[in-house]
């Protein structure tokens, strides 16, 4: 199901976003619902311990990891 999203822009960035839709052979709306769903997945890579997860790296039990790295240090 859709809902209507009404959101005001000023003239220059409506005819920037018309342009843009313009090029890339696409409605105003389909372009900025594009647009949208970019900068929402871009959003998520910005957060530290999102990109620590990506990274798929070791883990495992704090005590055990803390007491492997006091040890590394002796």
Known sequence: MSH???VLVPES???RIRKA???SRLSAGAWVRQAIERALQD???GDPLDQLARLG???GDIDQMLAEI???RG
């Open 4 to 6: 209507r999203l009404q």
């Open 13 to 15: 960035l409506d005819r």
């Open 21 to 23: 839709a313009h090029r």
């Open 43 to 45: 959003d998520h890579r």
């Open 57 to 59: 790296g070791p883990t």
């Open 70 to 72: 006091e040890a590394g």
